[in-house]
Structure formats: structure tokens, C-alpha cells
């Protein structure tokens, strides 16, 4: 896999994996290079995203707090990380280090990792040392750094372009020469460096912090039982809420109450929107019913709102116009709206993985055209409607074809008649056939796939349109789908 730029109308590797850089692939060479090198293996290219990357090394370091206090973001794909104090969790460093690789890694990532007294220390080893995941003792930071190159420094490329001219290549050899003959050449930049590595001059990073969602609470004086009080106060902390995110300009995605109760454990409801909402009418027409159906106990004595999951909606001015007061949103968008409360309502009554949205994808096989998500996914596939195949298709395709009997007046005309699920079917009309080829050049689908097919679309004597295929390898029949 490589990621490609565009530079000078050519498109230049920017990034490649592991196996790519194995095999020859360096960045800078263009995306025709790498493709001669690596000739006879399959090669996927995407485009390089730099913002895109930086945002999610920001969410990779949010995600880190979970195993140290403190958490920097060492762009353009490092995270630095200050575990003071977190050896009592973990019995020792090296248990601390093995624990967060294995995290890592199950998130997809293949991470070096190195625990030392220095973050440059840290930044060195886990970098250019032969171990994937080290431990450097206090005091043996020099023992270390030593057989590592000059670039373990953190040093601009022109220094260190310098120091290998006059033969320097391993921080070992900077170890030995006098301090002032290095500030004297090659600035003090350098020696910050080296004093940063050793533990001569304090570092200190620029960590990333949580962001406390927008919440709300009420406690009351004593436990209440009456079910009127705590929905009422439920819609006064729900309108809360909606001022905090509109001064905030977001909307919420996903809102958690806790019911404190006594002498009981904690009561939590959860509500998933599919997008941003602050309208306080269709949260609480959400809200409602689960309030309505909750478990009191001896009583709730907390109601807590959460939003736990926010997104930033359009600004809305409001505009004065002839003595009216008019919003400036755009037209379409009550429409807009209208429809994500009608998708929230039903995802609620009927469960959010049983409520799913159909992107296109670009694919001439009728079953891998599509691809079905769930309605409260965070990130959407993105879908084009010039993928869309132009020929027509029926409105409900069969998860799986269903096999056929079928007579038919020659061999590779269309059905006369046909027997499926047990019913038998007289054809009236018949459009067709459109092939379908196989996709030999892709190794990843299924062998019913690898076949020609031959679809009819046809008419029983009850009117129903029905789309079934015969495979020509094969001579079998399949039903695919029909028009509703």
C-alpha cells in the first residue's frame, strides 16, 4: 500500500508500508516507479491526506490517556508519553510497555515503543534500536544513545547533513568532542538536543487534554417517587442542555441519564441520534418513553444528562426582515431535519442495527453494488451516484440466489416456465438477457462470482416481475430479485 501526492502534475509516494518499502519503495519516487518495482504484486494507492493523518494521531493520543496522565501527539507519527508515577499499576516499566503495545496493536497499529528517563531518549531508541520495545534504565542513557545514529538526535536534516560530511555518523562520536567546538560549528541547537536526550535540560510537552462533555444535573433534596417530578425535570435539564450545546454550536449524537437511586445501583439510559440534534422537542419525544418505563426503586435522589458524543451543526443567523424575524438557514434544511427525526424515531422503536442506510459502490456485480451501514454510524461511507449502474434493477435483491427450475423453448433463450419456493410460474414476457462477467482480476470474492451470467428479466401470469439468471459454465438457474 502506498499514499501518493500530486507534485508538478506526477504523482509522488509520500508514504508506504512495510512490505512496499521492503521490496524498493522509497518516498519521493514516482507512483509509475513503485508500480515497476513491485510489478506482479497487487498494489493499492490512496491518496495522501496530511490533515486528515494529524487529526487522527490527535485521536490516537486522546485515546492513549487511558494508559498515562499525560499524552502528546509527536506528529507526523509518534505519540510521547509521560508515565511518571504509573509503575505501581503495572509492577514495572517493562510490563508498562508490553501492556500498551498490546493495545495498540489491537487497534490495527504496529507501534515501537521505549520507556526511558528523557522523552529524546525515548524518541531515539524506539525509533533506530533493533528492539521493538525497550526499557532504558536511569543513568544508562548515554550507554544507549551511544551506537545510534546522529539522526536519533531530533536534529534538522542541514546539521545533520553537516556532521556526516566530517565523518560524525553515531551520537557516540559527539560524546567524545568538546562542547564548545560544536556550539562553535554547528550551533546550539545541537547540544539542546543532546542535553534534552541525556537529562541535562528539562522537556516538557504540550499534552492533550479531555474535553469534558456538556452535561447537566439535578440533585434533589430527598428521594422523589413520583414519576411526574422526575419527568419534568428530565425535559427542564434536557432545555439545559440544548442552551449549553447551542452556545456550543453542536448538537448531540449520543445522550447517557443517570438515575441515581437509593439503597439501588445507578439507573442508565442511552440515546443514539444519527445526527446532531439540540431541538429539545424531538429529544424528549425520544426521551420519553424509556423515562416513562424506568424502575424508581425507593426512590432517585440524581438525574444526570450527558452528552457524550456531540457534532457541530451549521450556524443559524437569525435575520430581521419587514418587521419578521427569519432564519438563515438554507431551504432544504427542514426537510433535512425532518427526515433525521424520523430516522432517530424508528432506529429507537426498532433498534439501530435493524435501521440501516444503502451507499453505492463500484462494483457491475449486482450483490457487491451496495453496501448497507447502520444509521448511527459516527463516519459514513461516502457514496456517488455515477457508480450506480444505469440498467435497471429490481427493488428487492435476494441475499443469497435461490436455485430455480426452468423450461425454456431453447437452450440459451429465456424461461417458458419456472418453479421456485415451490410455486410454479407461467412466463408471459421476457427482456433480456444483459451478461454479467466475472471478476477474475480480484482474488478476495467469492467463486460464484468467477461465472458468466446471463439475467431475464420476466413476467409471471400474476403480473410479478421476477430477475433470475442462468450460469452459462454451468447451465444452472438462479432467482436474484423482484420488482415490487
Same mark, same amino acid.
Given at each position: 500500500m502506498v499514499l501518493v501526492k500530486i507534485a508538478a502534475a506526477r504523482q509522488i509516494v509520500a508514504r508506504c508500508c512495510e512490505r512496499s518499502a521492503a521490496a524498493g519503495v522509497r518516498e519521493g519516487m514516482t507512483l509509475t516507479h513503485a508500480r515497476a518495482?513491485?510489478?506482479?504484486? !497487487?498494489?493499492?494507492?490512496? !491518496? %495522501?491526506?496530511?490533515?486528515?493523518?494529524?487529526?487522527?494521531? &490527535?485521536?490516537?493520543?486522546?485515546w492513549a490517556l487511558r494508559c498515562a496522565p499525560l499524552v502528546a501527539p509527536d506528529p507526523p507519527d509518534g505519540l510521547l508519553m509521560d508515565v511518571s508515577g504509573c509503575r !505501581?499499576? %503495572?509492577?514495572?516499566?517493562?510490563?508498562?510497555?508490553?501492556?500498551?503495545?498490546?493495545?495498540?496493536?489491537?487497534?490495527?497499529?504496529?507501534a515501537r515503543v521505549a520507556c526511558a528517563s528523557t522523552f529524546g531518549c525515548?524518541?531515539?531508541?524506539? *525509533? /533506530?534500536?533493533? +528492539?521493538?520495545?525497550?526499557?532504558? $534504565?536511569h543513568g544508562q542513557e548515554h550507554q544507549a544513545l551511544t551506537p545510534l545514529p546522529i539522526e536519533a538526535l531530533r536534529i534538522d536534516e542541514d546539521t545533520a547533513a553537516a556532521l556526516l560530511e566530517v565523518g560524525i555518523e553515531r551520537i557516540g562520536h559527539l560524546f567524545a568532542l568538546p562542547r564548545r567546538e560544536l556550539v562553535a560549528r554547528f550551533g546550539s541547537h545541537l547540544l539542546l538536543r543532546m542535553d534534552q536526550a541525556t537529562g541535562e535540560t528539562i522537556e516538557v510537552i504540550q499534552p492533550q487534554?479531555?474535553?469534558?462533555?456538556?452535561?447537566?444535573?439535578?440533585?434533589?433534596?430527598?428521594?422523589?417517587?413520583?414519576?411526574?417530578?422526575?419527568? *419534568?425535570?428530565?425535559?427542564?435539564?434536557?432545555?439545559?442542555?440544548?442552551? &449549553?450545546? +447551542?452556545?456550543?454550536?453542536?448538537?448531540?449524537?449520543?445522550?447517557?441519564?443517570?438515575?441515581?437511586?437509593?439503597?439501588?445501583? $445507578?439507573?442508565?439510559?442511552?440515546?443514539t441520534l444519527s445526527r446532531p440534534s439540540r431541538d429539545v422537542k424531538h429529544l424528549w419525544s425520544l426521551l420519553k418513553p424509556k423515562v416513562?418505563?424506568?424502575?424508581?426503586? /425507593?426512590g432517585i435522589e440524581r438525574i444526570a444528562l450527558t452528552a457524550t458524543v456531540v457534532g457541530r451543526l451549521r450556524h443559524e443567523q437569525i435575520e430581521q426582515a419587514d418587521g419578521q424575524w427569519r432564519s438563515s438557514e438554507p431551504?432544504?434544511? !427542514?426537510?433535512?431535519?425532518? /427526515?433525521?427525526?424520523?430516522?432517530?424515531?424508528? $432506529?429507537?422503536r426498532l433498534g439501530p442495527h435493524r435501521t440501516v442506510c444503502v451507499h453505492p459502490v463500484e462494483s457491475h456485480l449486482p450483490e457487491r453494488s451496495f453496501? +448497507?451501514?447502520?444509521?448511527? +454510524?459516527t463516519q459514513r461511507p461516502q457514496g456517488d451516484a455515477k457508480q450506480i449502474t444505469a440498467s435497471d434493477r429490481p427493488s428487492i435483491l435476494l441475499e443469497r440466489p435461490e436455485p430455480i427450475e426452468v423450461m425454456a423453448i431453447t437452450p440459451q433463450g429465456p424461461p417458458s416456465w419456472l418453479r421456485w419456493r415451490g410455486e410454479e410460474h407461467r412466463i408471459v414476457t421476457a427482456i433480456g438477457p444483459e451478461r454479467i462477467g466475472n471478476v477474475w482480476w480480484s482474488p478476495d470474492v467469492s467463486p460464484t462470482c468467477h461465472s458468466q451470467r446471463d439475467y431475464f428479466k420476466v413476467q409471471d401470469g400474476a403480473s410479478r416481475w421476477l430477475w433470475v439468471y442462468r450460469e452459462r459454465e454451468a447451465g444452472r438457474w438462479f432467482a436474484h430479485g423482484e420488482w415490487a
Amino acid at each position: 500500500m502506498v499514499l501518493v501526492k500530486i507534485a508538478a502534475a506526477r504523482q509522488i509516494v509520500a508514504r508506504c508500508c512495510e512490505r512496499s518499502a521492503a521490496a524498493g519503495v522509497r518516498e519521493g519516487m514516482t507512483l509509475t516507479h513503485a508500480r515497476a518495482v513491485l510489478v506482479g504484486t !497487487p498494489l493499492r494507492v490512496h !491518496p %495522501y491526506d496530511p490533515l486528515g493523518d494529524e487529526a487522527a494521531l &490527535k485521536a490516537l493520543a486522546r485515546w492513549a490517556l487511558r494508559c498515562a496522565p499525560l499524552v502528546a501527539p509527536d506528529p507526523p507519527d509518534g505519540l510521547l508519553m509521560d508515565v511518571s508515577g504509573c509503575r !505501581p499499576l %503495572y509492577g514495572n516499566e517493562q510490563r508498562l510497555v508490553n501492556t500498551f503495545a498490546d493495545r495498540i496493536g489491537r487497534l490495527g497499529f504496529r507501534a515501537r515503543v521505549a520507556c526511558a528517563s528523557t522523552f529524546g531518549c525515548a524518541w531515539a531508541v524506539a *525509533r /533506530f534500536s533493533d +528492539q521493538e520495545r525497550s526499557v532504558i $534504565a536511569h543513568g544508562q542513557e548515554h550507554q544507549a544513545l551511544t551506537p545510534l545514529p546522529i539522526e536519533a538526535l531530533r536534529i534538522d536534516e542541514d546539521t545533520a547533513a553537516a556532521l556526516l560530511e566530517v565523518g560524525i555518523e553515531r551520537i557516540g562520536h559527539l560524546f567524545a568532542l568538546p562542547r564548545r567546538e560544536l556550539v562553535a560549528r554547528f550551533g546550539s541547537h545541537l547540544l539542546l538536543r543532546m542535553d534534552q536526550a541525556t537529562g541535562e535540560t528539562i522537556e516538557v510537552i504540550q499534552p492533550q487534554h479531555p474535553v469534558e462533555p456538556p452535561s447537566v444535573q439535578r440533585v434533589f433534596d430527598g428521594p422523589v417517587t413520583q414519576l411526574e417530578a422526575v419527568m *419534568r425535570t428530565v425535559r427542564e435539564l434536557t432545555e439545559d442542555l440544548a442552551g &449549553k450545546l +447551542q452556545r456550543l454550536e453542536s448538537g448531540v449524537r449520543r445522550l447517557d441519564i443517570v438515575f441515581d437511586r437509593l439503597d439501588v445501583a $445507578a439507573l442508565r439510559v442511552l440515546i443514539t441520534l444519527s445526527r446532531p440534534s439540540r431541538d429539545v422537542k424531538h429529544l424528549w419525544s425520544l426521551l420519553k418513553p424509556k423515562v416513562e418505563t424506568i424502575q424508581m426503586g /425507593f426512590g432517585i435522589e440524581r438525574i444526570a444528562l450527558t452528552a457524550t458524543v456531540v457534532g457541530r451543526l451549521r450556524h443559524e443567523q437569525i435575520e430581521q426582515a419587514d418587521g419578521q424575524w427569519r432564519s438563515s438557514e438554507p431551504d432544504d434544511a !427542514p426537510a433535512d431535519r425532518a /427526515f433525521g427525526e424520523l430516522i432517530d424515531t424508528l $432506529a429507537q422503536r426498532l433498534g439501530p442495527h435493524r435501521t440501516v442506510c444503502v451507499h453505492p459502490v463500484e462494483s457491475h456485480l449486482p450483490e457487491r453494488s451496495f453496501r +448497507q451501514h447502520s444509521v448511527m +454510524q459516527t463516519q459514513r461511507p461516502q457514496g456517488d451516484a455515477k457508480q450506480i449502474t444505469a440498467s435497471d434493477r429490481p427493488s428487492i435483491l435476494l441475499e443469497r440466489p435461490e436455485p430455480i427450475e426452468v423450461m425454456a423453448i431453447t437452450p440459451q433463450g429465456p424461461p417458458s416456465w419456472l418453479r421456485w419456493r415451490g410455486e410454479e410460474h407461467r412466463i408471459v414476457t421476457a427482456i433480456g438477457p444483459e451478461r454479467i462477467g466475472n471478476v477474475w482480476w480480484s482474488p478476495d470474492v467469492s467463486p460464484t462470482c468467477h461465472s458468466q451470467r446471463d439475467y431475464f428479466k420476466v413476467q409471471d401470469g400474476a403480473s410479478r416481475w421476477l430477475w433470475v439468471y442462468r450460469e452459462r459454465e454451468a447451465g444452472r438457474w438462479f432467482a436474484h430479485g423482484e420488482w415490487a
